[in-house]
Structure formats: structure tokens, C-alpha cells
């Protein structure tokens, strides 16, 4: 992988998640919305790429962490909303 698609995906993934929290802090979206959780899952995912591309481990787990939240978020709203 070449260092500006790195580049690119990691500028990426900070401006979704960004993006998501933006939207939730000026209640554009509520944090249950199902475009907040997948935000922060691709979001996240695009900086661990950039992360582990250039070595910055502690960013990558925290970025790793976050993904779990948001797909556990998401499988519980899911479930919420189906009982």
C-alpha cells in the first residue's frame, strides 16, 4: 500500500468520525441512528490502517476499542428496536 492511499484512508476515517460527532453534538442525527454507529466503525477503521501503516500502536487499539463500541451499539439498538 503506497504512503498517500494511506494517507488518504487516514484522512478519511478522521473526517468521518469527526463528521459523526459533529452531527450528534449539534443534533443533526441522536447517537442511536444507525449512520452515527456505521460513521464510527468505517471511520475507525480507516485510522487503523493509518495507524498500524505508520506504527502508532496506542492510536490503533484506541481505534480498535471504538469499533467495538459501535458494533455493539448498533447489535443492541438492532435488537431493541426488533423486540
Sequence with gaps: ???IVVDITGWLGAALLLAAYGL???KKILPEAG???FFNAVGSCC???NTMYYR???SALV???WIVIAISATYRLRHA???
Excluded: E, G, H, W
Design 1 to 3: 500500500m503506497t504512503k
Design 24 to 26: 450528534v453534538s449539534f
Design 35 to 37: 449512520r452515527y454507529q
Design 47 to 49: 485510522l487503523i490502517v
Design 56 to 58: 502508532a500502536y496506542p
Design 63 to 65: 481505534n480498535v476499542v
Design 81 to 83: 428496536t426488533a423486540s
